[in-house]
C-alpha cells in the first residue's frame, strides 16, 4: 500500500480520537467549514447525531465526521485531509455520491479566513516533472497492476473520455466511437506515419493499425502498460505496424503525418508545454496535422491536492489559454476545439458503476481503504465535470500555413 | 481625402527624384531589403530597369521601384512606408498581385541589422481605446459612405468572413450561410433575446429576427451603419423585433439568451478584453451561449503597421490564448472553436473581384490612390490568411458548468 498513500503524522489528534462531546467550539467550527466552501446545501453530522448546517428539506446529502480529530483535520489539511478522511472511513457520506460531491463543487465561492488558511495549506508542492521524476509518478498511478483496470475500464482498456454519438450507447461503443472521432478528426489515411506521445495500453495505436493501416510510433513510460500493449499488437497480428516505445516521447525521432496525443497533457507541467510544442514541430511533415486531448479547466487552479497527492502525481490541468502554450511557439494553428466535458462525466459513470461491480474483487486485491480511495476518486471526478471545474478539450492543429485542412467539418458527421 | 492617409513628409527625399543612375548602394540596400524578408522569389527591379533578387526561373512576381526616395522610404518606414509607396504608385508589383504578397509573406523568418531598423520603427503607435477613440477608428473605416462598401460586398453588406458550404457558392449563398451557421452555433430559438455587439450593417440582426423570430438588441458606434441598419429593419417589418443601438457595448443593460460578436474583437484592444468578458457575464442568463468571431493569428504580433495606420485604426488580431482573456476571468467555458481561415481568403477573393469590376466607380467618388490603397488591402489580406499569418477563430461559449450545452456538434451538420 505504500505507493497508494503517505502514512499520517496524525498522533497528536489520534489521541483525542475517544469521542469528546460536541461542544460549542465543535460546531462553531463545523459551521465555519461549511461557509468556507460557500455554504453548499450539505449539512455536517456530528459524532454526537446533532447536525450543523440546512435543514433537511434543502438537503442534497450529508457528510458524517466521526469525531474531532477528523474535524480538526479538514481545518489543518483541508481537501486533502477531506480525502484521506474518507478513504480511512472517518468522513461517511449520506446520500448520493455524487451529487453531494456535485453540490459541494457548485456552492458558490467560498469566503474568509479558514478558506484563506485552507487555500494556503492546499497548494501543492512543488513538482518535477524531470524524466525521473515523471516515471515515478506514472509508475505511481499506471502500474497498480493491468487486472485492476480491466475490472472497470472497457474491453479495450481506454483510460480516457469516450465519445457517446448518443448518451444511451455503451462504454465499448463509446470508446470505440472515440478512437474513431480521433482518426476522422486527423484525417488518417492507410500508410502514414503517426507518432503517439503517452499511449496508454495501446487502444489508439492499435486502432488507426489495425481499422486504418497507420504506422504508429507509440512512446509511454509505464512499463505494465507498454508490455500489455506488445502482446496485443501480436495478437492481432499488426506487430509490423506499431511500434510501442517504453520511452519518453523527447527521444522521438523521425518525420510523421500526424501526430497524437490522449489523455498525457495532464501528466505534462505547463513548464514543459513548450518543449512537447519542439517535439511536435520537428516530427511532423509541412502538411501534419496534430489532435491533443487533455483534460482542461474554465480557469487556471492547481489540481485539488489530494488527487495530486493520492491518485496522480504531479497532475495539472491547464486552461485554453495555457494549452496555447504548446502550439503558439511552433506557429501552429489550432483548426478545432470541441469540448467533451459531459461525455466525460458520462465516461466515469459507466467506470464507477463497473468499479462497485467488482468492488469486492478490489478489496480483496488491496484493502478497503483502497475501494474508498478510488470511489472518492472516480465520483468525485464525475462531479468535477459536471460541476464545469473540470472541462474535456479536443484540439485540432496544423502548421499555421498548411493548407491540407479540411474545408468544413461536415465530413466528420457523415457516415462513410 | 483628409481621411484615408496622412499626409507624407518626404520633402528631404522628394528632393532625390530626379531618378539618379542606380548605383552599387542601391542595389546594396534592395538586396538587403530582400534578404530582411527572408528572400523571397520576387526580385527587385529598379528604376533603371535592372534587377536584384532571384532569377525570372523562380520568380513569382517582381516589385518595381520607381526611385531612390521609394528604396529608401522602404528601409525608413518598413511595411508602412511600402504600403504607402504602393497607393501612391511609386511601387507597382508585376504578376500577380495575391501570389507576389503571398510569396512576399511565406518567406523564412527575415533575419539582420536592416529588419531589426525596420522591426523598430514598424511599432504600432500606442492606441487608446477610450469610447472618444474609438468612435473617431471606426469612423475612419465604416463611415466612408454604404454606397462605397455596396460596391463590392453581398446583397446583405456582411463585412466578415463568410461559410463556403462548398467552395463554389456564390458570395450572397455563402455570406447567408455564416448567418445561419451563427444561429445553429447557438442553438437560437424563437422569442430569444440576443445581445450583438458591433453589428455592421446588421445583417446578422437582422437575419435572427426575420428567420429565428428572436429579438435582437445590437449595438455599433458607426453612425452610417445605424442608420441603414434601422432602414433596413423598417423595410423588412421586423422593427419591431431589432433594436439597433448607436452606442458603445459597455452600456448594453438587461438579460440575454444569447450573446454574439462577428468581427468586432478586432478593434477591442487585448487590454479591454476582461472588460468585454464582464459585459457578456452580467448580460447573459445561467443557461446562455455566445459566439464570437474574430480574426486571429497563431502567434502574438502587432497589426502591419500600414493596415494599423491607413486602414484599420487602433486594430489587433489576437492569438487564441489572447481571445481565451476574453472569457476565463469569468469562468465561461469554451464548447467549439472553428477555424475558418481559408474561407476568410475565398471571401476576400469576391470581395476584390467585385472591387476591381467597380474601380472606375470607386475612382470617380475618390481617386487613384484610394483604389490602390484598398486594391493592397484586399489583396494583402488574401495573402495574410492563405499563408497563415491570419486565421478566423469562431469561439462558441457557455457558462462553464452549464448543462444546457448540445451533446455533440452533429446538429450543426444536419438539414432541419
Not at 501526430?259 to 519542439?278: K, Q, T, W
Not at 464545469?388 to 499555421?400: I, M, P, T
Amino acid at each position: 500500500m505504500e505507493s497508494h498513500g503517505t502514512p499520517y503524522d496524525l498522533e497528536s489528534l489520534e489521541t483525542q480520537t475517544a469521542r469528546p462531546r460536541v461542544g460549542a467550539f465543535d460546531r462553531w467550527i463545523a459551521r465555519k467549514l461549511l461557509a468556507a466552501r460557500g455554504n453548499p446545501p450539505v449539512p455536517i453530522r456530528l459524532w454526537d447525531g446533532s447536525e450543523v448546517g440546512p435543514g433537511a428539506e434543502t438537503a442534497v446529502g450529508r457528510l458524517r465526521i466521526a469525531d474531532r480529530s477528523t474535524l480538526l483535520r479538514l481545518v489543518a489539511q483541508g481537501e486533502l485531509g477531506f480525502g484521506d478522511a474518507y478513504s480511512e472511513g472517518k468522513i461517511e457520506i449520506d446520500g448520493d455520491l455524487v451529487q453531494t460531491l456535485t453540490a459541494l463543487f457548485n456552492a458558490a465561492e467560498p469566503k474568509g479566513w479558514l478558506t484563506r488558511l485552507m487555500t494556503r495549506r492546499n497548494r501543492p508542492r512543488a513538482h518535477t516533472h524531470t524524466l525521473g521524476g515523471s516515471r515515478e509518478s506514472i509508475h505511481h498511478h499506471y502500474d497498480l497492476g493491468n487486472d485492476f483496470y480491466a475490472l472497470w475500464l472497457d474491453a479495450a482498456m481506454v483510460y480516457t473520455c469516450a465519445y457517446f454519438p448518443t448518451p444511451t450507447v455503451s462504454l465499448e461503443e463509446a470508446q470505440e466511437a472515440k478512437l474513431e472521432h480521433v482518426c476522422r478528426k486527423i484525417r488518417l489515411r492507410k500508410g502514414e506515419r503517426v507518432l503517439e506521445a503517452g499511449c496508454g495500453w495501446g487502444a489508439l495505436a492499435l486502432y488507426m493499425a489495425r481499422r486504418h493501416g497507420a504506422r504508429v510510433t507509440a512512446f509511454n513510460i509505464s512499463r505494465e502498460q507498454i508490455a500489455y500493449a506488445r502482446e496485443q499488437a501480436e495478437r492481432q497480428g499488426i506487430g509490423s505496424l506499431v511500434e510501442f516505445v517504453e520511452d519518453d516521447y523527447h527521444n522521438a525521432h523521425g518525420r510523421y503525418d500526424a501526430f497524437v496525443s490522449v489523455g498525457m497533457l495532464e501528466h505534462v507541467g505547463p513548464e514543459n508545454y513548450e518543449a512537447l510544442g519542439r517535439v511536435i514541430d520537428r516530427s511532423l511533415h509541412a502538411d501534419g496535422r496534430g489532435l491533443i486531448h487533455s483534460i482542461g479547466r474554465p480557469q487556471s487552479v492547481p489540481m485539488n491536492r489530494w488527487i495530486e497527492r493520492r491518485i496522480f502525481p504531479g497532475s495539472y490541468c491547464p486552461t485554453l489559454s495555457e494549452m496555447a502554450r504548446v502550439l503558439e511557439p511552433w506557429n501552429l494553428g489550432v483548426l478545432d476545439i470541441e469540448n467533451l466535458r459531459l461525455h466525460y462525466a458520462k465516461t466515469l459513470e459507466h467506470w464507477l458503476e463497473r468499479f462497485e461491480n467488482n468492488a469486492d474483487q478490489v478489496r480483496a486485491r488491496f484493502d478497503e481503504r483502497f475501494v474508498r480511495t478510488w470511489r472518492l476518486y472516480l465520483a468525485g471526478s464525475i462531479a468535477a465535470f459536471l460541476s464545469g471545474s473540470f472541462q474535456l478539450f479536443q484540439l485540432v492543429f496544423a502548421r499555421a500555413g498548411s493548407h491540407a485542412v479540411p474545408w468544413t467539418r461536415e465530413y466528420l458527421y457523415t457516415q462513410s
